[in-house]
């Protein structure tokens, strides 16, 4: 069960008043039952996926140990504070993971508000070290939601990028005045040894576009960040969204406050904020990022979360509510890195999201959306979204599959913040998990906002009257508590007889001698092409999903095909194609530093590297015969249809060559002219 926060005590106080007015709103504490974060990874590399979720002060964060492996059946047994991972003192919030040191196991980052974050060593042997304070990434007593890892300077090292907020959740005010106390996001660059460097305002992450000339400099709110290589040119860019609030936008005399700041790379882990140019500087409450191709054009899409649709006809407003100004959405990327909003479709309505994934849940070989969340808005609670589900019919086309949830939980009586993704007991279907702040169980009220949008969610869009209006601005708290938050796992039927595989990327940096993506391949751009089938896209992410991660095993859905193609972007800008993964197959594919693609002196010099990056694997320990001996048969037949006459390489692109290209300068002759 998740404890609330401290300051909780506080919206008690104003439930205690005779009548809370309207105008009060802003002195309600933000999230007073705490904002709770999932991540799903394997930390104890047993080859199952753990799960781990934070919680509030006086309560320990879990750690539950898949007991898969061990004893054949889906279980789980929470060992955070036997591994060191309770944090009991912290409220937590989001937490990220993964391996800083390239030693093969996984480290945890943890955020609470109020007090430094906690960063994790695995030692390996199933438990951690804390080592915040020597690593130097406690980052103050701010106010985190969320945060990422990955390379930003292209050095083989996880560095964390933290989503902040404004300096005290005791109170919204933050959310009414245009930019308060707010605070800045940070950078942490891993300088070796578990050390880290705030790199925030040297980086240029600070430096936000899209605010009036009076306000440079300003932050924003970020309730999500993330790393990803959106414009697939081998240094993952950052993304983060922000949160307009109660703060007009233009149309209506004020300016836009909440956008999706995107953070280009130039390579050397400095950004500059692309979003106006690229069509990003788009106002809302965003709240989540998942990342893939939904309409399978070779370029990366973003779905972010939003307030949604419905919650406007309870909240007085100086002008009418637009239909789909706060609708969560999708934004689809266009060639030469611009993105289109396309609007919501036929679905006409979302509902209020926090978490989002991104994921093939139906392994018809397309990318699916998932969302979930809630909000104490005071007066009432938002629940409007029982658990979303939009199965993708080709070509970003999605519908509400209200099937896919019908004997799962009803999340409209969880207020949902975290939302990850993993497949729990291996079948090769994405399972979901996520945590609650609070609960609303029968027989607690939910009534219906009786809006007729035309919308499929019209019917299920609900609402939590925590206080009874007496007059127009005036309210009295009508006694009614909600429970503690919950953790709900909802395991995939894997019942549509589709077809699957899944991979694992394994970095080679320190294994092979030039090798430089991380261990964990976080960064690196997945592209899966099943026989006869279109390709789609799956990013290696530390963190996207709102104060939370999704498992790191990359999950392919074959529909009714026996085989695929994966071809794959590492971080640095190697590419590497695997042919013929089979149906049902869980393979790690390793980084073999030596791009296909690359202006080759040789196919002797080409197949001369390979041989030797699959030799030292093997002398390693860390690959298997038979699999080094596939690795090497798709190598030089991804090389050959590439460099035949006339040859074409149909996933790559320019930008994805130049980083190729880059990583492989001291084994290659002449380069491409665009390089």
Same mark, same amino acid.
């Given at each position: 069960?998740?404890?609330?926060?401290?300051?909780?005590?506080?919206?008690?106080?104003?439930?205690?008043?005779?009548?809370?007015?309207?105008?009060?709103?802003?002195?309600?504490?933000?999230?007073?039952?705490?904002?709770? #974060?999932?991540?799903?990874? *394997?930390? /104890?590399? =047993? &080859? $199952?996926? @753990?799960? +781990? %979720?934070?919680?509030?002060?006086?309560?320990?964060?879990?750690?539950?140990?898949?007991?898969?492996?061990?004893?054949?059946?889906?279980?789980?047994?929470?060992?955070?504070?036997?591994?060191?991972?309770?944090?009991?003192?912290?409220?937590?919030? #989001?937490?990220?993971?993964? *391996?800083? /040191?390239? =030693? &093969? $196991?996984? @480290?945890? +980052? %943890?955020?609470?508000?109020?007090?430094?974050?906690?960063?994790?060593?695995?030692?390996?042997?199933?438990?951690?070290?804390?080592?915040?304070?020597?690593?130097?990434?406690?980052?103050?007593?701010?106010?985190?939601?969320?945060?990422?890892?990955?390379?930003?300077?292209?050095?083989?090292?996880?560095?964390?990028?933290?989503?902040?907020?404004?300096?005290?959740?005791?109170?919204?005010?933050?959310?009414?005045?245009?930019?308060?106390?707010?605070?800045?996001?940070?950078?942490?660059?891993?300088?070796?040894?578990?050390?880290?460097?705030?790199?925030?305002?040297?980086?240029?992450?600070?430096?936000?576009?899209?605010?009036?000339?009076?306000?440079?400099?300003?932050?924003?709110?970020?309730?999500?960040?993330?790393?990803?290589?959106?414009?697939?040119?081998?240094?993952?860019?950052?993304?983060?969204?922000?949160?307009?609030?109660?703060?007009?936008?233009?149309?209506?005399?004020?300016?836009?406050?909440?956008?999706?700041?995107?953070?280009?790379?130039?390579?050397?882990?400095?950004?500059?904020?692309?979003?106006?140019?690229?069509?990003?500087?788009?106002?809302?409450?965003?709240?989540?990022?998942?990342?893939?191709?939904?309409?399978?054009?070779?370029?990366?899409?973003?779905?972010?979360?939003?307030?949604?649709?419905?919650?406007?006809?309870?909240?007085?407003?100086?002008?009418?509510?637009?239909?789909?100004?706060?609708?969560?959405?999708?934004?689809?990327?266009?060639?030469?890195?611009?993105?289109?909003?396309?609007?919501?479709?036929?679905?006409?309505?979302?509902?209020?999201?926090?978490?989002?994934?991104?994921?093939?849940?139906?392994?018809?070989?397309?990318?699916?959306?998932?969302?979930?969340?809630?909000?104490?808005?005071?007066?009432?609670?938002?629940?409007?979204?029982?658990?979303?589900?939009?199965?993708?019919?080709?070509?970003?086309?999605?519908?509400?599959?209200?099937?896919?949830?019908?004997?799962?939980?009803?999340?409209?009586?969880?207020?949902?913040?975290?939302?990850?993704?993993?497949?729990?007991?291996?079948?090769?279907?994405?399972?979901?998990?996520?945590?609650?702040?609070?609960?609303?169980?029968?027989?607690?009220?939910?009534?219906?906002?009786?809006?007729?949008?035309?919308?499929?969610?019209?019917?299920?869009?609900?609402?939590?009257?925590?206080?009874?209006?007496?007059?127009?601005?005036?309210?009295?708290?009508?006694?009614?508590?909600?429970?503690?938050?919950?953790?709900?796992?909802?395991?995939?039927?894997?019942?549509?007889?589709?077809?699957?595989?899944?991979?694992?990327?394994?970095?080679?940096?320190?294994?092979?001698?030039?090798?430089?993506?991380?261990?964990?391949?976080?960064?690196?751009?997945?592209?899966?092409?099943?026989?006869?089938?279109?390709?789609?896209?799956?990013?290696?992410?530390?963190?996207?999903?709102?104060?939370?991660?999704?498992?790191?095993?990359?999950?392919?859905?074959?529909?009714?095909?026996?085989?695929?193609?994966?071809?794959?972007?590492?971080?640095?800008?190697?590419?590497?194609?695997?042919?013929?993964?089979?149906?049902?197959?869980?393979?790690?594919?390793?980084?073999?530093?030596?791009?296909?693609?690359?202006?080759?002196?040789?196919?002797?010099?080409?197949?001369?590297?390979?041989?030797?990056?699959?030799?030292?694997?093997?002398?390693?320990?860390?690959?298997?015969?038979?699999?080094?001996?596939?690795?090497?048969?798709?190598?030089?037949?991804?090389?050959?249809?590439?460099?035949?006459?006339?040859?074409?390489?149909?996933?790559?692109?320019?930008?994805?060559?130049?980083?190729?290209?880059?990583?492989?300068?001291?084994?290659?002759?002449?380069?491409?002219?665009?390089?």
């Amino acid at each position: 069960a998740r404890k609330e926060s401290p300051r909780d005590a506080l919206f008690d106080a104003l439930k205690a008043q005779p009548v809370l007015l309207f105008s009060e709103a802003p002195l309600i504490p933000m999230k007073s039952h705490g904002a709770p #974060g999932v991540v799903i990874f *394997d930390y /104890d590399g =047993d &080859g $199952d996926q @753990d799960i +781990y %979720v934070t919680n509030g002060p006086g309560m320990p964060n879990s750690l539950y140990a898949n007991q898969l492996n061990e004893s054949g059946v889906l279980s789980f047994v929470d060992v955070a504070a036997d591994a060191g991972v309770a944090a009991i003192d912290l409220d937590g919030t #989001g937490a990220c993971f993964g *391996d800083i /040191d390239n =030693d &093969g $196991d996984e @480290d945890l +980052y %943890v955020l609470g508000t109020g007090m430094p974050n906690r960063l994790f060593e695995n030692d390996g042997a199933g438990a951690f070290v804390e080592i915040s304070a020597r690593s130097a990434t406690g980052g103050g007593n701010l106010n985190p939601s969320s945060c990422s890892m990955g390379d930003v300077n292209g050095d083989g090292l996880l560095d964390i990028v933290v989503a902040n907020t404004w300096s005290s959740w005791d109170d919204r005010l933050e959310i009414f005045d245009a930019f308060g106390d707010i605070e800045h996001n940070q950078l942490f660059v891993n300088k070796g040894n578990n050390v880290f460097m705030d790199r925030s305002e040297a980086s240029g992450i600070r430096d936000l576009s899209g605010f009036p000339a009076e306000l440079k400099g300003a932050a924003g709110i970020t309730w999500a960040i993330a790393m990803v290589d959106y414009d697939q040119d081998g240094d993952v860019d950052i993304v983060m969204v922000d949160d307009q609030g109660e703060v007009l936008d233009p149309a209506h005399g004020g300016f836009d406050r909440g956008m999706i700041h995107l953070m280009q790379n130039d390579g050397t882990g400095v950004f500059a904020d692309v979003n106006v140019q690229v069509g990003l500087n788009r106002v809302g409450a965003w709240m989540s990022l998942s990342f893939g191709d939904l309409d399978a054009d070779g370029n990366m899409d973003i779905f972010v979360t939003n307030l949604g649709d419905y919650m406007f006809t309870l909240v007085p407003r100086p002008f009418p509510y637009t239909l789909g100004s706060f609708a969560s959405r999708w934004f689809l990327g266009r060639s030469d890195g611009s993105f289109s909003d396309p609007g919501v479709g036929a679905l006409r309505a979302t509902p209020f999201g926090w978490g989002g994934i991104m994921a093939d849940y139906d392994n018809d070989g397309d990318t699916d959306i998932i969302y979930q969340g809630g909000l104490d808005v005071g007066p009432f609670v938002e629940a409007s979204n029982p658990g979303v589900v939009l199965r993708n019919n080709g070509g970003a086309d999605f519908r509400y599959d209200q099937e896919a949830l019908a004997k799962s939980t009803n999340h409209s009586r969880r207020n949902v913040q975290g939302v990850a993704g993993g497949d729990l007991n291996n079948d090769g279907f994405v399972d979901v998990v996520s945590v609650s702040s609070f609960d609303l169980p029968e027989p607690l009220p939910l009534v219906p906002y009786n809006v007729d949008y035309g919308s499929v969610n019209d019917a299920s869009a609900f609402f939590f009257p925590s206080f009874t209006p007496v007059s127009a601005t005036e309210f009295v708290w009508n006694g009614m508590e909600p429970a503690d938050g919950s953790l709900s796992v909802e395991i995939n039927s894997a019942d549509n007889g589709n077809h699957w595989a899944s991979v694992r990327l394994m970095g080679t940096v320190g294994l092979t001698s030039r090798g430089r993506a991380n261990r964990d391949a976080i960064g690196a751009v997945v592209r899966f092409t099943p026989k006869g089938g279109d390709t789609v896209m799956r990013p290696v992410l530390g963190g996207a999903s709102y104060a939370s991660q999704d498992s790191l095993v990359v999950n392919l859905g074959l529909g009714d095909a026996h085989r695929g193609t994966v071809d794959v972007l590492w971080p640095g800008g190697v590419r590497n194609r695997f042919y013929g993964l089979r149906a049902s197959e869980q393979l790690v594919l390793p980084e073999i530093p030596c791009s296909y693609d690359a202006d080759w002196s040789s196919r002797h010099r080409y197949r001369h590297c390979v041989a030797r990056a699959l030799k030292e694997l093997r002398h390693a320990g860390k690959l298997p015969r038979g699999l080094a001996k596939r690795l090497m048969k798709s190598a030089m037949r991804a090389f050959h249809e590439v460099h035949k006459p006339g040859g074409d390489d149909d996933s790559s692109d320019d930008a994805g060559r130049r980083g190729s290209h880059q990583a492989d300068r001291h084994e290659r002759g002449k380069r491409h002219p665009h390089t």
